[in-house]
């Protein structure tokens, strides 16, 4: 696991400034769930962290080292997309073997982190398949799968449950907890769910308009929203 730490980062494109400057520290470890309304920032976040978009300004340092100018690949990171984003011609057990793969490690090595990557998340039996012969949740289950693989020290997760239903999105609530335990990396979780912040969180960061509004536990933000656009992010009473 590693500290997340941004600095005066901001991104733009052309005029619209989609993230005003911004200065966040993530500690070692922690679960910090992301909040706000659509299109305030939260994905641009995600990615710029995540080295799939560019600053227009700041820095950006993982474990204490400077990523700002370092490949997606370099920085110890892992996304899990929303839309699950899986290679469709490939098997379950490919799509999860890919980033290994791709990072040219050594096949029995493969074999076995897929193997245990798996069976940890209950898709010992599906190895075989085609995304196409799964359902949402297992599809959600095998990208989690492959975001792991490598053991990334920072997790970083976009809304990952919003396709699925609302029992699932139970059971995957106690899934990540569980994850986050087992993995012991740093996770970073986007939602627009209020009981999903409430529970999985150690610290939530709402987001409005591009801004970082407030930081802190739930239950201090949810008590003591520091204005509107917080406790309705949160859920605080009016
Ligand atoms: P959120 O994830 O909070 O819904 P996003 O980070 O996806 O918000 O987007 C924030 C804003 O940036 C939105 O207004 C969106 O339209 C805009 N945006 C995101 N990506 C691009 C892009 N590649 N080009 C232009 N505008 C973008
Ligand atoms: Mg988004």
Redesign the pocket.
């Given at each position: 696991m590693a500290s997340v730490s941004v600095s005066g980062l901001a991104?733009s494109?052309?005029d619209?400034h989609?993230?005003s400057p911004t200065d966040l520290t993530i500690e070692d470890g922690e679960f910090v769930v992301i909040v706000?309304?659509?299109?305030?920032?939260?994905?641009?976040?995600?990615?710029l962290i995540a080295g799939l978009?560019t600053p227009s300004a700041g820095r950006i340092a993982i474990g204490g080292r400077d990523v700002t100018d370092a490949a997606p690949a370099d920085r110890g990171v892992a996304m899990v997309f929303q839309s699950y984003a899986l290679y469709p011609h490939l098997t379950v057990a490919g799509n999860i073997a890919f980033p290994l793969k791709v990072a040219g490690r050594p096949k029995h090595e493969i074999a076995e982190r897929v193997a245990a990557v798996a069976a940890s998340l209950d898709l010992t039996d599906l190895l075989d398949r085609k995304p196409r012969a799964l359902s949402g949740g297992q599809r959600q289950r095998v990208s989690i799968a492959r975001a792991i693989v490598r053991q990334p020290k920072v997790l970083l997760l976009?809304?990952p449950l919003s396709n699925l239903d609302s029992e699932l999105r139970v059971r995957m609530r106690h899934e990540f907890a569980r994850l986050h335990q087992q993995l012991g990396a740093t996770m970073i979780y986007?939602t627009h769910d209020q009981l999903e912040a409430m529970t999985l969180a150690n610290r939530i960061v709402v987001?409005a308009k591009?801004r970082v509004e407030q930081v802190g536990a739930p239950l201090d933000l949810y008590a003591r929203p520091a204005n509107l656009a917080v406790a309705k992010a949160i859920g605080s009473p009016a």
């Open positions: 991104k494109f052309g619209t989609v993230l706000g309304p659509s299109g305030c920032g939260k994905s641009t976040l995600l990615r978009e976009d809304e986007v987001m591009g």
